[in-house]
């Protein structure tokens, strides 16, 4: 064969090779026939050649274009999908809304035998025993043969509703100047009933209504 035929045949082969090369996307094998006729003319095609000519054939290997992902492995669980970066700052929770404060405990305003008032949360306080002062037949208070003493129980009410606050306010009062002048020994005692009322008036309606 000459140069000529030579570089005419590694033309076809090229081309060739670009016309089947969409059968590489393709997984199965290529046949190429290589054909010489009688006068030495050489053709590659796809197809057998034709009868009077001489036939080569060459099977050329499909490759596919995008690699197919490898099966899993039997009994092995396709890998799970990538979950959301975590967020870098959470967002603080919600704080819960606060109870709406409650009105106070009820109170009571009692009076006394001698017409003072005051107010308690007892609705029934202590009796007392009151002196009674006593005179000697001649009228002279300290010719009083003994002493004695009247059980006095003070008359108390409910306080309404709608003055509740300023009730408790009185009590604070009360038992904030008890607290201030109090002996030695009774100083820890009023303190804490001292602040127990007052944390009684700021924590209620009454402290909202004093700070709104």
Partial sequence: MS???RSIARRLLLAVCCL??????QAA?????????????????????????????????????????PAAPAGQAPAAAAKPAARTADAPPARATDAAPLPPPVLFQCTTYDKDTYVTEDSEPASRCVSLRTTGLDGNPQAGAGQACEV?????????????????????????????????????????????????????????????
Avoid: H
């Fill in 29 to 69: 094998d290529v046949v190429i026939y290589r054909c010489t006729d009688a006068s030495g003319a050489l053709t590659l095609q796809n197809a057998p050649c034709p009868k009077g000519t001489k036939q080569e054939q060459r099977t050329m290997q499909g490759v596919n274009t995008v690699p197919m992902a």
């Fill in 20 to 25: 089947f090369a969409s059968f590489a996307a």
């Fill in 152 to 212: 006095v129980r003070d008359t108390c009410a409910r306080v309404p509703d709608g003055g509740l606050c300023e009730a408790w306010k009185k009590r604070g009062d009360e038992t904030e100047v008890a607290y201030r002048f109090a002996r030695r020994e009774n100083v820890e005692k009023n303190r804490a009933e001292y602040e127990r009322v007052a944390r009684i008036l700021s924590e209620s309606t009454c402290g909202v209504a004093q700070n709104p």
């Fill in 3 to 5: 140069r000529t035929a």
